[in-house]
């Protein structure tokens, strides 16, 4: 989640997409994220996007997720509404807005564009944090398989941005997903357990997240998280061809080589809303805790059942 991002040109790994003759539309995006790329913009005046694939990359391992005990606590009492994909372009809007030590912002009128269409595609989600009918924190990110790519996060009242997360990896641990890419690691990250991983061990990791096909439901025909390089074996994706353009195109536009997803949900994707916006600090606490021996995805344990329960968090 890039929420305190340097500067563009700091990642070694990238190519404009204005560079390359292609159009970026939802469906390229998705595309693209299956192949380990995301886009990015230098700052919200310049209009131009970018294919990022970081040499490091970073992942929040769901089963190795650290709550901090005054955070902990902070989640048991409440006094705060959690709502899921509820208000969008608000969610956008408070990530994008300046702040303390960031006056600039990548997310640009494209950017806005894109991702509000995946959310009405249903592949992009909102957690907000609300606090006497108004959003004080949220995040928001991409929903592909049984992976979840963290895009970016905002507060504007201490922890909310740190509430969202937490009841993010809930959700996620809840509808059985197995990655949380995080992209880059920050301080405020690696509190909860960010570990930064290599680009093939990310690859390896997504490809698992997306094994037996993606389930778009609309026919879409990539690689289901080979990487790059595997992925858009036509367009020679590599590192040196991602800065250069040529692999971030060819992985994007599905390049000649690359096996096909078949279209419809297959058995056992992962699902962003099967858990309840509604659910307890403590539920929520609780699922964040445990472990896939557990069976987490879907055995509760006993007496977390009664915290999944419709109620605002007031």
């Known amino acids: 989640m890039r929420q305190r991002?340097?500067?563009?040109?700091?990642?070694?790994?990238?190519?404009?997409?204005?560079?390359?003759?292609?159009?970026?539309?939802?469906?390229?995006?998705?595309?693209?994220?299956?192949?380990?790329?995301?886009?990015?913009?230098?700052?919200?005046?310049?209009?131009?996007?970018?294919?990022?694939?970081?040499?490091?990359?970073?992942?929040?391992?769901?089963?190795?997720?650290?709550?901090?005990?005054?955070?902990?606590?902070?989640?048991?009492?409440?006094?705060?509404?959690?709502?899921?994909?509820?208000?969008?372009?608000?969610?956008?809007?408070?990530?994008?807005?300046?702040?303390?030590?960031?006056?600039?912002?990548?997310?640009?009128?494209?950017?806005?564009?894109?991702?509000?269409?995946?959310?009405?595609?249903?592949?992009?989600?909102?957690?907000?944090?609300?606090?006497?009918?108004?959003?004080?924190?949220?995040?928001y990110g991409v929903h592909l398989g049984r992976a979840f790519f963290g895009e970016s996060m905002f507060s504007r009242v201490r922890d909310a941005s740190k509430i969202a997360l937490v009841y993010l990896v809930a959700r996620l641990k809840y509808g059985g997903f197995e990655l949380l890419d995080t992209q880059f690691v920050t301080d405020h990250l690696a509190r909860f357990g960010v570990i930064e991983v290599s680009r093939a061990e990310f690859q390896r990791k997504l490809g698992g997240a997306l094994a037996g096909g993606v389930g778009l439901g609309f026919g879409l025909g990539f690689a289901t998280g080979g990487g790059a390089g595997s992925a858009a074996a036509g367009g020679g994706a590599s590192a040196a061809g991602a800065a250069s353009g040529d692999g971030a195109a060819g992985a994007a536009a599905g390049a000649p080589g690359a096996p096909g997803v078949a279209a419809g949900a297959p058995s056992g994707a992962a699902a962003f809303a099967s858990l309840g916006a509604g659910v307890s600090g403590t539920g929520v606490l609780q699922l964040v805790s445990q472990t896939s021996k557990t069976g987490c995805s879907t055995a509760l344990s006993p007496g977390l059942s009664a915290n999944i329960q419709p109620v605002k968090m007031r």
Request: with cysteine; charged share 25%; net charge neutral.
């Open 5 to 139: 991002q340097g500067p563009l040109k700091a990642v070694k790994a990238m190519a404009s997409i204005d560079d390359v003759t292609i159009e970026i539309t939802p469906l390229v995006l998705l595309k693209a994220y299956a192949c380990g790329i995301f886009p990015m913009a230098e700052s919200a005046e310049d209009n131009a996007l970018y294919w990022i694939e970081p040499e490091r990359r970073g992942v929040l391992p769901l089963d190795g997720v650290h709550v901090p005990k005054r955070l902990a606590r902070t989640i048991r009492k409440g006094g705060f509404e959690v709502k899921i994909d509820n208000d969008f372009d608000a969610v956008i809007e408070g990530c994008a807005a300046p702040r303390a030590g960031r006056r600039s912002t990548w997310i640009n009128g494209r950017i806005r564009g894109l991702y509000r269409e995946l959310f009405a595609m249903g592949h992009c989600h909102t957690i907000e944090v609300w606090q006497d009918d108004k959003l004080v924190g949220g995040l």
